[in-house]
């Protein structure tokens, strides 16, 4: 992931070895070449535009520390740029105080919902938590017996639809699995709702009804990172239709530019709390900033 942003960026910083001051040409070269690796890496212009400006004029006012040469100072820049726009500092889940936290998941089918609800349960059963998966994709022929499986997989119960029991209604599904929950002393409810191929008002409908019969503690848009640019766009429409608290990106291990991971931060204002990547139900993590801009600037 990032490897031509990162090819860009390191070309760019070493035509500023061995330069003993910038000059304002420089600077604007520079800047030019950053626009265009933002730009291949499909990074969004508004993203972009705010990104280079903050570049430039911190290249132009920075006072020369006498550690940093020059093109240090640039390197220094960008990485702190690239950090505050992957969302600054890593956002942790926040538990309920009291009962059960409830973490409600939304977004387009295909996103990797299901197979990631499957890895937040792992997650949080390594940190202690007993968590109780529910499955609310109720469209999906196939998506209740998926949860199923994958939970079965990471040693994390399944509360399903029994016959009789809320079939068709993913509302009262999640309004059972609560008390289901407190019931059973589960710590933490994962919530998987249905998604469609495209974002439609009655999916929107669904999900905002789950949410209010809910009340989340936590409600995270999950997203496919390989669609780019489409990511962004889905997730301003989430955010407009749902709302939401986080950021899910899953197959960052697909994803070769990075546009979506550098975007969707700054133009959704929600923190990407976890990254998804790969198949394997433990390629996932929480999502740190700090670490992905090294990555880029490695
Ligand atoms: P849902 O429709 O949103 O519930 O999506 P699924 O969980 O069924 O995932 C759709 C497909 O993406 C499945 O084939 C998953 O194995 C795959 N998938 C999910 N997460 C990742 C990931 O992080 N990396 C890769 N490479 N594939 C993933």
Redo the contacts with the bound molecule.
């Keep these: 992931m990032f490897a031509t942003l990162s090819d860009r960026l390191s070309a760019t910083f070493k035509n500023l070895r061995g330069k003993g001051r910038l000059s304002e040409a420089d600077i604007d070269a520079t800047a030019r070449e950053i626009r265009i690796a933002l730009l291949e890496a499909d990074v969004a212009l508004p993203v972009v535009k705010q990104f280079v400006g903050a570049v430039k004029e911190r290249a132009r006012g920075e006072e020369v520390s006498g550690a940093l040469n020059p093109a240090q100072q640039i390197v220094k820049i960008v990485n702190e740029e690239l950090v505050t726009i992957l969302g600054g500092e890593t956002r942790r889940l926040r538990y309920a105080k009291n009962g059960p936290t409830v973490i409600m998941l939304a977004?387009l089918?295909?996103?990797?919902?299901?197979?990631?609800a499957a890895k937040l349960a792992l997650w949080l059963k390594d940190q202690g938590k007993t968590p109780l998966l529910v499955a609310c994709?109720l469209q999906?022929p196939n998506?209740v017996n998926?949860l199923q499986v994958n939970g079965e997989r990471v040693g994390v119960p399944v509360y399903a639809p029994e016959p009789g029991n809320g079939v068709g209604n993913p509302v009262a599904v999640a309004q059972a699995s609560i008390e289901e929950a407190k019931r059973r002393l589960h710590d933490v409810v994962i919530v998987d709702t249905a998604?469609r191929l495209g974002v439609d008002a009655e999916l929107m409908q669904q999900a905002a009804d789950i949410r209010d019969a809910v009340r989340p503690d936590e409600v995270l848009f999950?997203v496919d990172a390989m669609i780019g640019q489409d990511a962004v766009t889905t997730a301003q429409a989430f955010l407009d239709g749902v709302g939401y608290d986080g950021v899910v990106l899953?197959?960052?291990?697909?994803d070769a530019r990075g546009g979506a991971a550098l975007s969707i931060a700054s133009i959704t204002g929600k923190p990407v709390m976890f990254a998804?990547?790969?198949?394997k139900l433990t390629?996932f993590d929480l999502f740190h900033p700090d670490r992905m801009a090294s990555r880029i600037l490695d």
């Design positions: 977004g089918q295909g996103a990797g919902k299901t197979t990631l994709d999906r998506a998926q998604g999950v899953t197959k960052l291990d697909g998804s990547n790969g198949e390629d």
